[in-house]
């Protein structure tokens, strides 16, 4: 599956944003989703995930009542609704799919398939 992820930009601490990411297939409803982001000189972090019927979710304790991670199986596309941001939420957001458990959601490494990221910047 091929991932395009859009809806970055440059905003104010407690502003809004919601990111998008679209997958090519119709079998988008297999695919349990991750969001993760990378800021500069350090590691790529979970985000958030939506299980594949997007019944369940989990956050990083982070962004946790702040981000809120859904899916429209219809339009095979994946959103991080974003508020409240904070100059430490900068940084490139990727979304991922992947066949894989639950219990694995928060592993980057479980995930096969991954977008070419969007860069958030969160201005104080």
């Known amino acids: 599956v091929q991932l395009q992820a859009s809806g970055g930009g440059l905003v104010q601490a407690g502003d809004s944003l919601r990111l998008s990411c679209a997958a090519s297939?119709?079998?988008?409803?297999?695919?349990?989703m991750g969001w993760f982001r990378q800021a500069p000189g350090k590691e790529r972090e979970f985000v958030a995930a939506?299980?594949?019927?997007?019944?369940?979710?989990t956050y990083a304790d982070s962004v946790k009542d702040r981000f809120t991670v859904s899916r429209d199986n219809a339009r095979n596309t994946l959103y991080l609704q974003m508020n409240d941001l904070k100059p430490e939420d900068t940084a490139v957001y990727y979304c991922?799919?992947?066949?894989?458990?639950?219990?694995?959601?928060?592993?980057?490494?479980?995930?096969?398939?991954w977008g070419q990221g969007t860069l958030v910047t969160v201005s104080s």
């Open positions: 991922a799919a992947g066949q894989i458990i639950w219990g694995q959601r928060q592993n980057p490494n479980a995930y096969p398939n």
């Open positions: 939506s299980s594949r019927n997007g019944g369940s979710t």
């Open positions: 297939e119709r079998t988008y409803s297999r695919y349990l």
